[in-house]
């Protein structure tokens, strides 16, 4: 027994590990010391522990990894329910000009709704790529950083960029976008300031201009180099729709992959959102590559882009995580339910049936999330030595109690209640209540501030 300051044991609870061999027990216990995990195992936690402040009856629950979400853009919280029935690039243009007139107070205001819709959920591990840094917005990296600390979450925050506006063949209109020296100072001075590289780090930061048709070649270069520099990790859009892949060809004279490796752009240290329209090379080459794959199965429903060939990717080696994407196509931003629907939708692709079956869908939303964002030593599973990320399923109600299977009732049926979240060993959630943010709060500050965003948009 290691000494700890404090320990928390629970009990009694069904639990997946999602460790490298599905280990599951039907009733077992977890014993936290301080941050970490000490033990997990069959039946109750090994007597004469010490110093245990708290001791948790988990019967009727299933104790898994907390969920980590790859992929999102917290700012599109006060945006949400726009232009609803178009394709991605005709959303895009019909949003821009409004998502250009943020400030510090709205992308405060939009994370603490971001986050707080997540970390009820179950995330455990938020991420944020932002990418719109209006002149004289105020820092809303730091405004974003702080929402993060103040709901209890583990953080990435993926510094965005967007220097190729329309005058340069892009899709931003030319006020939204930062120059490409102001870009890489910006994002270099976000790195310095905020990224911890600790085993336990709370907050990290990755290197992540847009994608393909709002960033210039140059700035995917020196972003590339600036993030192997620093030894962070790099993040972007890619393969989302078949418009990108033509405005690739016209523009670069190459589909997406092949100008994100001419960029630098492959490697373990990188992930990708969405990657929906890869073919059988495209897909090996992510293999050979170790190049990660954010999921965002809803947008890229809400968008009509199509439906990303994860078992494919998953069959080849593709590191693969989920991503809720931002809440103006994705107006739920929940990530529970994602674990579903990136089931279900991949279940209408080729594999038909076989495609994903509920383990994997659990371990896409945790172990595998983990790894997409460089943490897979130290969160994503549970294991001794790893953090205490943990999430405790509330499943003896209505929504679930006839379903025997506990992972089959997390994934196939209703987005179940999170009784405890732990992140880094304390508690974050407790009976579906947020307990460092007041929920009532954020629902009326992002109301207001989705109005007067709404009001300055239509004035400009
Ligand atoms: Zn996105």
Redesign the pocket.
């Known amino acids: 027994m290691v000494v700890a300051a404090s320990r928390i044991v629970i009990e009694n609870c069904s639990i997946a590990t999602v460790d490298a061999g599905d280990t599951e027990y039907t009733s077992g216990h977890i014993v936290v010391a301080d941050n970490k995990i000490e033990s997990v195992g069959a039946g109750k936690a090994p007597e004469n522990l010490e110093n245990v402040v708290r001791r948790i009856d988990g019967t009727g629950h299933l104790a898994t990894p907390g969920l980590v979400n790859t ?3 917290f700012y599109q919280w006060i945006t949400r329910g726009l232009a609803t029935d178009h394709n991605l690039f005709n959303w895009l243009v019909a949003l821009y000009p409004t998502w250009a007139r943020i400030d510090e107070q709205m992308a405060y205001s939009a994370a603490q709704g971001s986050l707080a819709m997540m970390a009820r959920g179950g995330v455990t591990t938020a991420m944020d ?1 932002h990418y719109v840094f209006p002149k004289g917005s105020g820092d809303l990296s730091g405004a974003i950083i702080r929402a993060a600390r103040e709901t209890g979450v583990r953080f990435t925050l993926a510094r965005g960029s967007m220097d190729r506006s329309e005058k340069d063949g892009g899709l931003p209109p030319d006020f939204a976008v930062e120059t490409l020296e102001g870009a890489l100072a910006a994002t270099e001075a976000t790195v310095d300031e905020h990224h911890d590289a600790s085993f336990d780090a709370m907050t990290q930061i990755a290197v992540a201009p847009c ?1 393909p048709f709002s960033v210039s070649t140059e700035l995917m270069k020196q972003g590339a180099e600036l993030a192997r520099r620093k030894g962070v990790r790099l993040h972007t ?1 890619g393969s ?1 729709t078949v418009e990108e892949e033509q405005f690739c060809k016209e523009l670069f004279g190459m589909g997406p992959t092949e100008y994100f490796e001419s960029t630098g752009w492959l490697g373990e240290d990188v992930w990708m ?2 990657c929906v329209h890869m073919d059988d090379s495209d897909i090996a080459a992510f293999a050979r590559t170790k190049t990660g794959v ?1 999921h ?1 199965p809803s ?1 890229n429903a809400r968008l009509a882009a199509g439906i990303a060939r994860v078992p494919d990717m998953l069959a080849a080696g593709v590191p693969v995580g989920l ?1 809720v ?2 809440t103006a ?1 994705n107006e739920s931003g929940e990530l529970h339910t994602e674990l579903r629907n990136a089931l279900l939708i991949n279940r209408l692709g080729a594999h038909r049936e076989a495609a994903l079956n509920a383990r994997q869908a659990l371990r896409l939303g945790t172990y595998g999330g983990a790894q997409v964002l460089g943490r897979a030593s130290q969160i994503g599973s549970l294991e001794p030595g790893k953090l205490a990320d943990i999430v405790l399923w509330k499943l003896d109600t209505l929504a679930h109690s006839s379903i025997a299977d506990p992972v089959t009732a997390l994934v196939f049926g209703a987005a179940a209640p999170v009784t405890l979240s732990l992140v880094n060993g304390k508690p974050v959630v407790e009976d579906s209540r947020l307990l460092h943010v007041d929920e009532d709060a954020i629902a009326r500050s992002t109301r207001d501030e989705a109005q007067r965003l709404a009001r300055i948009a239509a004035q400009a």
Request: charged letters at 10%; glycine letters at 12%; proline letters at 0%.
């Open positions: 992929h999102h853009h790529h994608s859009h989302e959102a969405h954010a965002c947008s991503g994407d931002g196509s």
